[in-house]
């Protein structure tokens, strides 16, 4: 920031205060468990070295990526925490997963030989992955067993967690029900054949937020964190959104009654009136979608978005905001006076959800870093 004012034309803002304050709400909503704080995508958009030293600081236990380079972006930042790889790793990768001292998801043999065959001297610490129910990844319950012992016999491989992945906590509790049976019967098979299961996670934000934090020793808070909820949640359970998007005026000029502007004249002016172009567009994650829908605020007022969103910018119809000038900043996303537009706004003018608005928005925007460690 200069003077009080972002050196770029469009930026983000994130708020390092909520996303303690959230943090803090999870752990009233998940007592005496561990937390694995998800910063995939980027930390869903906020930006990953700088929220995860944050949670770190704030006594964050693990993290979580979906991607063997997300870790190392982490490695590189100089986080030595435990980092849980999510997703699936191919056989090119297990070394640079032995050599960072990731934690990868097992779920078959092939995931088991190829990090035995990557280990060297090393002991690699790995996340059992059962599939209760979501069907993406994962061991059926009937296989899982033969794999955790196959891993409690390896020289080279560590058992270092047990996880499974709710379909629709808060959503079909009757289904939940059956995955948690799921995964307890296959727990008990393991515990009864002497092998520890490690740290055992189930439930992300949806499941902590419905309450679905059954025998576990840990759960893997991603969207909550940063103030946002899944779809089908209608409270925010006390959460503050971290981000805000934000944008300063490259053009301000007058459009005449009947006058056309943007690809394909998708915005005529009814009355004459006054627009600003805004440097942001679908080259910083603003898509195309947002053609004559949506809003911007500036001066505390909504104006529409108007006309076609261009890879590098849009423009918003000013006409009934008196004064506006090249000072003033203009918030898509966030508050400003008495205004606000959220996350969830925009995903439903894009027909999505909050999760893609947030994780859409691009390296091309700066991240502005507020209250950050």
Known sequence: MTNGRSPHRAWVEVDHGAIRHNLAAI???????????????NAYGHGDVAVARTLLTAGVERLAVATVGEGLRLRDAGIGAPVLVLWGIGRDEAAVVADAELEPIVYDERSLEVLESAAGDRRIGVHLKIDTGLGRQGAEPEIALTLAGRIERSPRLHLAGTMSHLAAPGEDDAYTEVQLMRLAQTLDAMRSSRIDPGLVHVSATGGILAGRVPFAGAVRPGIALYGLLPGWASDHEGLTPALALKALP??????????????????????????????????????????????????????????????????????????VTYDDEFVLIGEQGDGRITADEVAEERRTINYEVTTALRERLPRLHLGAD
């Open 27 to 41: 752990r009233q909503m998940a007592p005496e468990v561990e937390v694995i704080g998800v910063v995939k995508a």
């Open 250 to 323: 490259l053009r301000i000029f007058d459009l005449g009654a009947g006058e056309a502007i943007g690809y394909g004249l998708r915005f005529r002016a009814r009355e004459a009136t006054r627009i600003a172009t805004l440097g942001i567009g679908y080259g910083d994650g603003w898509p195309r979608a947002h053609a004559n829908n949506g809003w911007a605020l500036v001066r505390g007022q909504r104006v529409p978005i108007v006309g076609a969103v261009s890879m590098d910018g849009l423009t918003v119809d000013v006409g009934r905001v008196p004064g």
